[in-house]
């Protein structure tokens, strides 16, 4: 088995880092408990060429607290739990065969609690409790490690309660934080102190072809495909070779731009896309949704007849209300998931125009729309592909800034066909 830094994909300048401090990290465990505090707060605000210049302390290669920075599909969690499988690795290197990184990799680790919020944001009442039982020694002798991923989506308190467990770090406990990047938007500034950055870059199309090649036996031309048409979106790219849904999806959203002639079919398009998004996130919660209803249904004791049955249900009715909230928080993330994605496909297109009005000497991020896009370049020329542009990342932008989606997808696209 390869190591667990091998879907790691196209960033080698990380992964160099990350070995190091797992080394580090290593040694002070060899060297005795505590020795890692001595690094005291300052070791979290060092970048990686500290350690040369300090360069004396077997821990300085290791911190308390990271954040991994990098566009969607970058690979922020791949990172911060490969990272997580060095640290329990009993070799101190991630070798993947040990049961430090078994475990890690396959999400059943007593030491490593992976965060990944289900509804707009991670709360504090949540986030309290976390750092509570980070706090614990680790029952397997090595890190108790924390993943954050989104972590710019804490609410402020949640921020607060996180940052004073990393301003005063229990000896043996280790913060990994997944954020787009270190703009005060996503992340504080105070935590954003106390942390060392590791930058991931967008993985280029051909590396994240090789890895869809080499780990999910994915056909080579379909890979590279894919790879292109996810724009380094390494998941993204592996559900476009393997779903056929996904696939559909993405042909729907491409053939807007050549639906648009007029301001009825603007507003057509407009609610289809915003449908189909609406269904696309419908169709990833539903079988949850039911299945933790269920779940707590059991677990209440619904259908009880006995005694205490009908006290029982008057305290389960909150629990159950409880659930509603986090389910129709987390629904409404599903759908501007599925709409960003949907956007982001058609940025692309329009990018391919933009770049064949300029006649750029790069490849186009859809093969399979270029000649459209080549179409589009000589009738818009190379400022009215790049208003298009502009039009679909505004929209982005207004959805990220809460406007609603369907007024900003009806503004895009009268927008686009306007130009
Ligand atoms: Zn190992």
């Not at 004791?301 to 986090?326: F, I, S, V, Y």
Request: hydrophobic content about 45%.
């Amino acid at each position: 088995m390869p190591d667990v830094f091998a879907d790691l994909v196209g960033q080698d300048e990380a992964v160099v880092e990350l070995r190091r401090a797992a080394a580090a990290a290593a040694a002070v465990l060899r060297a005795g408990a505590a020795a890692l505090v001595t690094a005291g707060p300052n070791g979290g605000n060092g970048s990686a060429g500290d350690d040369a210049v300090t360069g004396v302390d077997p821990s300085a290669g290791m911190t308390h607290a990271w954040i991994f920075t990098g566009p969607p599909g970058s690979g922020r969690s791949v990172a911060a739990r490969a990272f997580a499988a060095a640290l329990q690795c009993v070799h101190g290197t991630g070798c993947g065969e040990c049961p430090g990184c078994h475990t890690t990799m396959g999400a059943t680790n007593a030491d490593v609690r992976m965060v990944v919020p289900e509804g707009l944001s991670i709360g504090v009442s949540e986030m309290r409790a976390l750092v509570l039982r980070a706090a614990s020694t680790p029952s397997g002798g090595r890190w108790q490690v924390v993943v954050i991923e989104d972590a710019d989506r804490l609410t402020e308190a949640a921020g607060n309660a996180l940052l004073k467990a990393i301003e005063e770090p229990p000896p043996r406990t280790v913060f990994l934080l997944c954020a787009p990047s270190t703009h005060p938007d996503d992340i504080s500034v105070t935590i954003r102190s106390r942390c060392r950055v590791v930058p991931l870059r967008q993985p280029p199309a051909a590396a994240v072809a090789e890895v869809l090649v080499r780990r999910d036996g994915i056909a080579p031309d379909v890979a590279q495909w894919a790879a292109s048409a996810a724009q380094g979106h390494v998941g993204r790219a592996r559900r476009l070779a393997r779903d056929p849904e996904a696939r559909k999806r993405r042909e729907a959203v491409l053939a807007v731009p050549r639906r648009l002639t007029g301001v009825g079919a603007a507003f057509d398009a407009a609610s289809a896309l915003i449908e189909a998004a609406e269904a696309e996130a419908e169709a990833s919660v539903t079988e949850a949704d039911t299945t933790e209803r269920a779940a707590l249904e059991t677990a209440l004791g619904a259908g009880g007849t006995g005694r205490g049955a009908a006290g029982a249900l008057r305290g389960a009715a909150g629990q159950l209300k409880e659930l509603e909230k986090r389910q129709k928080s987390r629904a409404t993330r599903a759908q501007r998931d599925a709409l960003d994605r949907a956007l982001v496909d058609l940025a692309g297109f329009y990018r391919d125009a933009l770049t064949m009005a300029l006649r750029a000497p790069v490849a186009p991020v859809h093969t399979d729309t270029a000649a459209l896009a080549g179409a589009g370049a000589q009738k818009w020329d190379a400022d009215g592909a790049l208003r298009r542009l502009e039009a679909v990342l505004a929209c982005r932008a207004a959805i990220e800034a809460n406007v609603k989606p369907r007024i900003a997808v009806e503004a895009m696209m009268l927008a686009l066909w306007k130009g």
